[in-house]
Antibody
Framework: QLQLQESGPGLVKPSETLSLTCTVS??????????WGWIRQPPERGLEWIGN???????YYNPSLNSRVTISIDTSKSQFSLRLSSVTAADTAVYYC???????????????WGQGTLVTVSS | DIVMTQSPDSLAVSLGERATINCKSS????????????LVWYQQKPGQPPKLLID???TRESGVPDRFSGSGSGTDFTLTISSLQAEDVAVYYC?????????FGQGTKVEIK
């Protein structure tokens, strides 16, 4: 059973860079049928897609965050990572990693998801 | 961006009664070549990540109780819980995958009356 687990600092100072890693277990991160994504959820608010990465390193980002986001992948460690620069309080959220289905040669649903990790931006 | 708007924001339903959640997209998510609606529904219980319930607007995922059903096409969609159970208390989200950026509705909170 595929599982994803987020890790990283729970507190980041304003203007600094948020860094998170997602470790994938129980399946291959190098499958050509899936992308790997980051989604966030600010407190008491809805879900926002941040970006995706393929095992080859190909990336797609939400234009609303594009200039601040970098997603990378390390297939040897079965991990992919998120970096979000110049953070503000508005970036405070639970950050989820998830598998993004690409089995129909188009992206569809996110499943499964990691448990999520709360990142607070505060001095 | 395709904007997904859910209604209501919250609803309280008695146990055993029907709950209906609506989702409207700012443009059609019906893919013409295969006549499929590129929309999914998730259920998020407190302290948990979202769980996939329904794909293609109306196809239940394996293991999802049949009291959950999805309907609609084009821009207007509905998630129905035919007989609300205590374990269905959650926030429900729709998401479109017709076009990037992939976008979600703001969520509908379902509670017990």
């Amino acid at each position: 059973q595929l599982q994803l687990q987020e890790s990283g600092p729970g507190l980041v100072k304003p203007s600094e860079t948020l860094s998170l890693t997602c470790t994938v277990s129980g399946g291959s991160i190098s499958s050509n049928s899936y992308y790997w994504g980051w989604i966030r959820q600010p407190p008491e608010r809805g879900l926002e897609w941040i970006g995706n990465i393929y095992y080859s390193g190909s990336t797609y980002y939400n234009p609303s965050l594009n200039s601040r986001v970098t997603i990378s992948i390390d297939t040897s460690k079965s991990q992919f990572s998120l970096r979000l620069s110049s953070v503000t309080a508005a970036d405070t959220a639970v950050y989820y990693c998830a598998r993004h289905d690409f089995t129909r040669n188009w992206w569809s649903f996110f499943d499964p998801w990691g448990q999520g990790t709360l990142v607070t931006v505060s001095s | 961006d395709i904007v997904m708007t859910q209604s209501p924001d919250s609803l309280a339903v008695s146990l055993g009664e029907r709950a209906t959640i609506n989702c409207k997209s700012s443009q059609s998510v019906l893919y013409s070549s295969n006549k499929k609606n590129y929309l999914v529904w998730y259920q998020q219980k407190p302290g948990q990540p979202p769980k996939l319930l329904i794909d293609f607007a109306s196809t239940r995922e394996s293991g999802v109780p049949d009291r959950f059903s999805g309907s609609g096409s084009g821009t207007d969609f509905t998630l129905t819980i035919s007989s609300l159970q205590a374990e269905d208390v959650a926030v429900y989200y729709c998401q479109q995958y017709y076009d990037t950026p992939w976008t979600f509705g703001q969520g509908t909170k379902v509670e017990i009356k």
